[in-house]
């Protein structure tokens, strides 16, 4: 599984990656994902349902991430507006 | 004599009035399109960060376009690379997609998302929405267009009551030129009649 977290003027880095069946491995991808949850991010599973339609779920803890799912991209958390600040 | 001349000039004025009425207000909303669009430039060219390097930004934007194309639909991503927008199908008050849905929405880069009723092309709301980055990693809280394209993607079709409630609604105008999204609308009916097949599938297909 990897964690990845969308950049301003990067595009996604990888924030950890590793086996959920591994124990130490899984460790540090829950410290990873509790990480980025903590510094105010969103996390999403992308899914392909079996029609092949693409979704995607928002999780709020690791327990909730499907343990075959290959990605979880965390993205800053919407705010209304778009104000000249963020620009 | 003075008083019905008076009269006609003002029946004469109204007439005209109305008749230059519909021209007047188009012509004082593309100026005030072009207006906003230059204040716009002239922002983000003040407020371009020191660091700003074009190089890196170009590079982020063609990972978060691979990011992206990784997610969505082959169609949506499709529809994105060509037209420069998505279409969500709304799912509240039912799953329903395509010509069924009773509301739509379309996905712009670091704009508001739009909300529109697919069967007439009548703008319902617009929904501004940001994923400001505040930890800034060079200078900038904004994420790169495919990235913002992304969230608002995985936001919506996640949670899409949630998104909504976070985002500020106005009413259609405020910030996404209407005729603008008639445009783009009538341009993705274009599109899908064509199949939503774009130069580069062709040449794909070659």
Redesign the interface.
Known sequence: MKL?R???????ILVAEGDVDVQEEERRLIEAFRRELD??M?A?V?TERRD???????VKSFGEVPRDAERV?F????????????? | MLLALGTAAIVLAVLLWELARSRALRLLRAAGTQLQTALERA??RE?APLGY?PG??R??????RE?LR????ER?WAMYRDLGFMRVWGGLGGRAHGTDASYAYLIYP?R?IVAYVPQTGALLNEY?????????????????DS?DV??K???L???ER??IE???MHLPGRQVDPERVKRDLARLTRWEREGGIGATDILRAA
Do not use: T
Not at chain 1, 80 to 85: F, I, K, P, Y
């Open positions: 990845l969308m950049k301003p003027g990067h595009g996604e510094a105010g969103w999403a992308p092949g339609r693409r979704e995607a779920e928002l991209i993205f800053p958390r919407a705010a209304g507006g778009a104000s000249r600040a963020d620009r | 922002r983000s407020s390097d890196r930004e590079r982020a934007e063609q990972r978060a990011l990784s997610c969505v639909e949506d670091h508001p501004c929405v940001a994923f400001p980055d505040h930890s800034r990693p060079y200078g900038s809280a904004r994420l790169p990235d992304l969230a993607w995985m936001a079709v996640a949670d949630h998104l976070q985002a500020n």
